[in-house]
């Protein structure tokens, strides 16, 4: 078997997966599990041999004409270099995690079905993107994403957070994808083709017209799919979706998706001198406001939410200062950190019945019922914040080097504005990772509470076995570096000196003053008197998962909106807190500039509708109805009525033919 042909099969057995899981999840569900995680299982194992056959060497290359367009042609085409090589790795690895680890925390629910052919068809979708040869190919990936995501983020659509959620995501990735696609159309006049190739080729000899163009709007679907300021409130808000959902969208698709396709087509963006700054101004605003949204977020899936924010941020950095590889390295190492964080979140949460840190920090022993998901995600927040030896340290290097690099004149073209954005913001974001990790690590494993944590029971052990499956490559990814070159364009991976000082010593900082601050906090919630009562571990009635992550229990008792003494985050953040918990309200702006109007237009539309063009339409039909009710009163069924009607009418006409000859005569 060639590799183009195991490259093709690498996204068909999660599509075949989950259209068999769709028609035999309620004729036999006993196939169904198998029928999830085997189409996966093989799909990686593929995508594995595709990479060791590629090995970072020249790109392989092959198409076949769809069908004739007429114009511009559209060709199944595949393109695989070292970057969709180790993507699609990722991908299916994440993917295998979510779909085993979902065996055993949707056990019990009746559309796990449904939700495991939708997790396949979501995997398939990435995988064809990651694959693509051919932009409107790629776009059909793309647009599945979006479907699935919709779909997957209101898995638990009776309640109302969840429809929200799920409708808000498709909207806002849809708003992004109309430019986007205006984008592709332009791209494709100005190279005269699809295929990605053609269009580098273009590129490379100054065939692109109207480069800024192009590249902004492009930019446009990018930031809707890799949730980049402006376009990124729809990220926090899908937390309503099960957890191995969030783990599958934040750390290997929909979200990497964007950074991928800017990734591939990077000249395109490098032409513009423009476009590069837009997306460093982008990717610093992103960083630095989502690391203080991070900072103020009281559900444990938000804070990690936000936090894909940023390091996606940290990817779109990179590729503002023109190294695509620093921004490949750290959206493979984030993949698998990130997918841990998810994962050993649900584990957190199915332990503990809440998503809230203020109840779990009110719950004592929560670590010692859950030691795997504490030693995993304890290593796992430490990647988070780059702290040394483990991945994201090396990828989040990468980064900073590479704007160092920009910053100091040599960024080979890159704009220095555009390096020192992405240094300066890269730092200041180091330092407020580690504080929110921190943060996030105090809250839920060193709860002071007076009772201890509630017995949910154990955890399925398909659970606790993936956290440990990704945290092989969270501990021990970095290490690799020497021998990653080959794959990324021949860049050295290896950390320079004056980043990884600087960085890491903010990281350490950052740490250190979270610590202190709780220290702080914790021993003035013991002496203060708090006016509300909170729920403690041993009142708290246990919940389902499902419950656990579709609603969020007051830790207050009654008074939901009551501050936690204990978070450092109020202390950390001051009178900033109240605006960085709600993403700084920018959902509140939004919905005065956009939502409003339209439903006020909606509301004049149907007030015209109804007060306007009805009028005319019930006054059209008053004439007849008047006229039919005379008619219908003429209509006595006397024959004698009849006759003297006919003759009264025959004597009226008599006189009138009379009066007119007579006129006429005259």
């Not at 964007?258 to 837009?278: E, H, T, W």
């Not at 704007?403 to 080979?412: K, N, P, S, Y």
């Not at 003035?524 to 389902?544: C, E, H, K």
Request: aromatic share 8%; net charge neutral; charged share 10%.
């Amino acid at each position: 078997m060639t590799t183009t042909t195991t490259a093709l099969l690498v996204p068909l057995l999660p599509f075949l997966g989950a259209a068999a899981g769709l028609f035999l999840g309620r004729r036999a569900p006993g196939f169904v599990r198998p029928l999830a995680v085997l189409p996966t299982l093989a799909a990686t194992a593929l995508a594995v041999v595709v990479a060791v056959a590629q090995g970072g060497g020249p790109a392989i290359d092959a198409a076949t004409q769809l069908t004739p367009t007429g114009s511009v042609p559209v060709e199944l085409a595949l393109h695989l270099d070292g970057f969709a090589a180790l993507a699609a790795v990722l991908v299916g690895v994440v993917a295998c995690c979510v779909q085993i680890y979902s065996t055993g925390y949707l056990r019990t629910d009746p559309r796990y079905p449904s939700y495991a052919a939708l997790v396949s068809l979501f995997t398939s979708a990435m995988l064809l993107v990651v694959y693509s040869g051919d932009l409107m190919v790629l776009l059909v990936g793309w647009e599945i994403m979006g479907i699935c995501s919709y779909f997957l983020v209101g898995h638990y659509w009776e309640t109302e957070a969840a429809r929200a959620a799920s409708l808000k995501a498709f909207l806002v990735t849809k708003l992004g994808d109309v430019p986007f696609l205006f984008g592709i159309f332009a791209l494709a006049a100005d190279a005269g083709t699809f295929r990605i190739t053609g269009i580098l080729k273009a590129v490379a000899t100054g065939g692109l017209d109207h480069p800024t163009l192009v590249a902004l709007l492009l930019l446009a679907g990018v930031a809707g799919k890799s949730a980049q300021f402006p376009l990124h409130t729809w990220l926090p808000d899908a937390m309503a979706g099960p957890t191995p959902v969030s783990a599958l969208i934040h750390a290997a698709t929909m979200v990497a998706a964007g950074v991928y396709f800017v990734a591939r087509l990077l000249p395109v963006f490098a032409a513009s001198a423009a476009a590069l700054v837009v997306l460093a101004v982008m990717a610093a605003v992103t960083m630095l406001g989502s690391a203080l949204a991070a900072l103020a977020q009281d559900d444990i899936k938000r804070v990690l939410a936000y936090s894909t924010v940023g390091q996606l941020g940290y990817m779109t950095g990179a590729l503002a200062v023109g190294d695509r590889g620093a921004a490949v390295f750290h959206l493979l190492s984030h993949g698998a950190f990130k997918a841990l964080l998810f994962l050993g979140a649900g584990v957190i949460i199915h332990a503990a019945g809440t998503n809230s840190l203020a109840a779990m920090s009110r719950m004592t022993g929560l670590a010692r019922r859950i030691p795997d998901a504490f030693w995993t995600m304890t290593v796992a927040l430490l990647a988070l914040a780059a702290v040394p030896p483990f991945a994201g340290f090396f990828s989040k290097e990468a980064v900073l080097g590479a704007a160092e690099h920009a910053a100091t004149g040599d960024g080979h073209g890159v704009p220095g504005a555009a390096g020192w954005t992405v240094l300066i913001a890269g730092l200041l974001t180091a330092l407020l990772t580690a504080a929110y990790a921190t943060r996030l690590w105090l809250l839920a494993f060193r709860g002071k509470g007076a009772g201890p944590a509630p017995d949910h029971g154990r955890q399925p052990l398909v659970m606790n076995a993936v956290l440990w499956v990704l945290f092989v490559p969270t501990a021990a990814l970095g290490l690799a570096t020497p021998f990653l070159p080959d794959w990324f364009d021949g860049r050295s991976l290896t950390p320079t000196a004056t980043t990884s000082v600087l960085g890491t010593g903010l990281a350490l900082v950052g740490i250190l003053i979270t610590y202190g601050a709780w220290r702080h906090t914790t021993a003035l919630a013991a002496r203060t008197p708090i006016g509300a009562v909170a729920v403690t571990p041993d009142a708290a009635p246990a919940v389902s998962e499902e419950q656990a992550i579709a609603t969020r229990p007051a830790a207050y008792g009654d008074n939901a909106d009551a501050p936690d003494p204990a978070d450092p985050g109020r202390l950390l953040l001051g009178p900033l807190h109240r605006h960085a918990a709600t993403g700084f309200h920018l959902d509140a702006l939004y919905s005065a500039l956009f939502v409003r109007p339209v439903r006020a237009a909606a509301g004049l539309v149907r007030f015209l509708d109804r007060e306007v063009v009805e009028t005319y339409v019930r006054g059209a039909a008053t004439a007849p109805r008047w006229l039919g009710a005379a008619v219908r009163r003429a209509q006595t069924g006397n024959v004698q009525t009849y006759l003297g009607a006919l003759l009264a009418g025959s004597l009226v006409l008599a006189v009138a033919a009379v009066l007119l000859s007579t006129a006429t005569g005259a």
